[in-house]
């Protein structure tokens, strides 16, 4: 069990950087492989980039690697997405999610679901 809260998402011009953080409730935050996918309108869901339990792990779509960092912090039960050189096409929703084990990166596998929180680059 675990309720995911994103946050940091706003409006950025091209170029520059934005963190995500995205808050988990409960005490278990530590046993789960966390992920952040996107969603752009009219488009579908797609992978981001996704951390191990240990932190020793990392997975990233080829389109945002050597730009976008994932790092987690167990202590503070938090993810985070650090975004940089941000770009047009970076523009979406960005959504916070979990599961129990097992780094995947198909959506229909993760089990927990933040809201979401809006990422917009400008020109």
């Known amino acids: 069990q675990v309720q995911l809260v994103e946050s940091g998402g706003g409006l950025v011009q091209a170029g520059g950087s934005l963190r995500l953080s995205c808050a988990a409730s409960g005490r ?3 046993s789960y492989i966390m992920a952040w996918f996107r ?3 009219g488009k579908e869901r797609e992978f981001v980039a996704a951390i191990t339990r240990s932190g ?3 997975n990233y779509r080829d389109s945002v690697k050597g730009r976008f960092i994932i790092s987690r912090d167990n202590a503070k039960n938090t993810v ?7 770009k047009p096409e970076d523009t979406a929703v960005y959504y916070c999610a979990a599961r129990g084990a ?3 990166t198909n959506p229909l ?8 929180t809006q990422v917009t680059v400008s020109s």
Do not use: I
């Open 28 to 30: 278990t935050f530590s």
């Open 39 to 41: 969603q752009a309108p």
């Open 56 to 58: 020793v792990s990392l």
């Open 80 to 86: 985070y997405l650090q975004m940089n050189s941000l």
């Open 102 to 104: 097992v780094l995947r």
């Open 109 to 116: 596998e993760y089990d927990y679901w933040g809201q979401g």
